[in-house]
Nanobody, 123 residues
Framework: QLVESGGGLVQTGGSLRLSCAASGRTFSSYCMAWFRQAPGKEREFVAGVNWSAGWTNYADSVKGRFTISRDGAKDTVYLQMNGLKPDDTAVYYC??????????????????WGQGTQVTVSS
């Protein structure tokens, strides 16, 4: 089970930190990722991390502004979002993929999903 939290309303240039708490199984052999979906748009990859190796990858649109990390002791993945823009407005989802390399950028590759948390950036 994946449970997201930390979404909300923020002004342009502001910051938010999303959390994804994992439970019910061991995710040490998984990649964890954040996806987002804006109204009328397809779900898109934002950032991913290999749980055991710590390898990270990012969408070009968020590189340098967002940081993904994980805390093994808390079984939690974070997405620190800085320099937020109105285009970042979306529902953000946490997902888990059984993989041993970098996180896939394709949503169909993921086995588990959270319920999503809304992020709204006002101009």
């Amino acid at each position: 089970q994946l449970v997201e939290s930390g979404g909300g309303l923020v002004q342009t240039g502001g910051s938010l930190r999303l959390s994804c708490a994992a439970s019910g199984r061991t995710f040490s052999s998984y990649c964890m990722a954040w996806f987002r979906q804006a109204p009328g748009k397809e779900r898109e990859f934002v950032a991913g991390v290999n749980w055991s190796a710590g390898w990270t990858n990012y969408a070009d649109s968020v590189k340098g502004r967002f940081t993904i990390s994980r805390d093994g002791a808390k079984d939690t993945v974070y997405l620190q979002m800085n320099g937020l823009k109105p285009d970042d407005t979306a529902v953000y989802y946490c997902a888990a993929e059984r993989a041993s390399t970098y996180a896939s950028r394709t949503s169909k590759d993921y086995d588990y999903w959270g319920q999503g948390t809304q992020v709204t950036v006002s101009s």
